[in-house]
């Protein structure tokens, strides 16, 4: 029997000689989901293809504003805590900064915030209410998307990251000896280099102001919006995802402890040479997910019929690529291909789609987007007119679907790399409509445990299920807590999208430390 068959095979094995944690390391139960974005934790493959998933445009989901300008939107959906109901905030303007609030009870049909006029808001620069459920403008300022802070240490849970340049800011300048542009100011007119980098904060998300003291460029660095903020849990601080400089159309990652005081920025992401020759990377929203982090790559493709006459290109086509992260620090390219790709012309998303806010509800993740009749950089082209230009659009797909194993065509299956289970329960989030799954659980060694086999597994048969729970007729996943061991899957026209469980895939030290009766920590790259 060769190794091929032995993996595949219900031959009979012992437990006893398989070492197992010990219950310091085994005392607390923490869900983790095996997510496929890579094919790292599997030590074997056959006949099945790591492939991306495919959101699917919800047409009846579109929200159309007259007020929406041809550029950007970059809408925020933030559930709210305590009414169960839902909030979208937009700006109608790239620039100004004009802020505006819609509603809904499910997330899905939504209608604009009614709100007195008296609690409108604009900071220095005689901006007026537009519409009723016009929050907030910042005169001469353009900003990210809102930022639902989960710790909101200093008080506004609420952010907007903004610049703001102009009049108002040469005569800040001119006022303030401390101000960078300060002596610039002196000797000139308002210039375009004159700017703030300041947040826009809210307690409540209604009423909003300019916090000028909490800064996020740097004396050296002077990027645009698209500005994009998250928590990380794991490092407990904040991070943020901008550009290397104004125009420049790649990204940088920096953090900060406070969400008001910044890192200096470091280079994540620009174009490679297994890349469309001379795209842009727009812009990157990051969303937590399930302990990872989910990287929305805004990709611009420039129209290249005419030579540059201007900084950069501003005609172009913009879609949005997968990328991910364990860390939510150091971030990899997923399948350079469009996650969310463009409609035909002359439909909402036609020219482009940016999508920036993400949320999980029941087994479907909704993907809320700026889109765009045109390519970015026409809006000119139509004369001030705004309806029908532009709208936000929802996307939805499948829980944990931005990647999956799909069966090629025959059976197939996976083995994977060893590791421990904490907890008796695992399940899978798996699709075989017309098809079968099957698993078994080996030791280190593959050699198939008795009653845990193939053949004694209850299988997810011609059925689909987010949270099938792994079981076999005469034995339990109980049997081998705390033990070394491999899962290996079988399946039939079927797609796996993870696996859900309290486990921790081991390394070489543990098993030696397991072998030798001693216990391990799960906490290293426990992901």
């Not at 009979?12 to 944690?21: D, H, R």
Request: with cysteine; net charge neutral; charged share 25%.
């Amino acid at each position: 029997m060769t190794r091929r068959d032995l993996l595949w095979s219900a031959a009979a094995s012992g437990l006893a000689s398989l070492p197992s944690v010990s219950a310091a390391a085994s005392s607390s139960s923490e869900e983790k989901t095996w997510l496929f974005w890579d094919l790292w934790k599997l030590d074997m493959l056959q006949g099945a293809e790591l492939r991306q998933g495919k959101p699917q445009l919800q047409p009846d989901a579109s929200y159309e504003d007259p007020l929406l300008g041809s550029l950007s939107s970059w809408p925020a959906v933030i559930r709210s805590s305590d009414s169960g109901g839902w909030r979208m905030y937009y700006s109608a303007e790239w620039r100004p900064l004009t802020l505006l609030c819609a509603e809904s009870e499910d997330g899905i049909r939504w209608r604009p915030m009614t709100r007195p006029a008296g609690e409108f808001a604009s900071d220095p620069g005689g901006a007026k209410k537009i519409a009723p459920h016009h929050l907030y403008t910042l005169p001469s300022g353009s900003g990210g998307s809102v930022y639902a802070d989960p710790v909101a240490d200093d008080g506004y849970p609420c952010k907007i990251f903004a610049i703001q340049s102009g009049e108002i800011t040469h005569a800040r300048a001119l006022n303030d000896e401390n101000h960078q542009f300060h002596e610039y100011a002196k000797k000139a007119q308002p210039q375009r280099y004159f700017s703030d980098h300041l947040t826009v904060v809210s307690k409540d998300g209604v009423r909003w102001k300019a916090d000028y003291d909490a800064i996020w460029n740097k004396p050296h660095w002077h990027p645009e919006p698209p500005v994009y903020a998250y928590y990380n849990s794991r490092r407990a601080k904040h991070f943020m995802t901008s550009r290397p400089g104004h125009g420049d159309r790649r990204v940088v990652i920096l953090d900060s402890n406070d969400a008001r005081r910044w890192s200096e920025p470091e280079l994540l992401f620009q174009p490679d040479p297994t890349d469309e020759p001379l795209i842009q990377f727009y812009g990157m929203p990051v969303i937590p997910y399930e302990g990872a982090f989910v990287g929305l790559l805004w990709v611009f493709h420039p129209a290249q019929f005419d030579v540059p006459d201007k900084y950069n290109y501003s005609l172009g086509r913009i879609d949005c690529q997968l990328a991910y992260s364990y860390d939510g620090v150091r971030f990899n390219r997923g399948f350079r291909q469009p996650l969310i790709g463009l409609e035909e012309q002359g439909k909402y998303g036609g020219g482009h789609f940016q999508p920036s806010s993400l949320t999980v509800v029941g087994d479907e993740i909704r993907i809320y987007s700026t889109a765009a009749r045109h390519t970015h950089g026409m809006g000119s082209r139509f004369d001030g007119r705004r309806e029908g230009l532009a709208a936000i659009t929802m996307h939805t797909l499948r829980r944990d679907g931005f990647t999956y194993l799909q069966s090629k065509g025959g059976w197939a299956g996976f083995v994977s790399k060893p590791w421990v289970l904490r907890g008796d329960s695992l399940t899978m989030n798996a699709a075989a409509p017309q098809g079968e799954i099957r698993y078994q659980v080996t030791t280190l060694e593959s050699e198939p445990i008795p009653g845990l086999t193939f053949d004694d597994c209850v299988p997810l048969r011609e059925g689909d299920s987010t949270a099938w729970r792994l079981r076999w007729k005469e034995r339990s996943l109980g049997d081998v807590v705390g033990k070394p061991i491999r899962l290996a899957v079988r399946f039939l026209h079927g797609k796996i999208y993870s696996f859900r469980g309290d486990y921790h895939f081991i390394d070489a030290q543990d098993w030696h430390l397991l072998d030798g009766g001693k216990p391990i920590d799960p906490r290293w790259f426990d992901y």
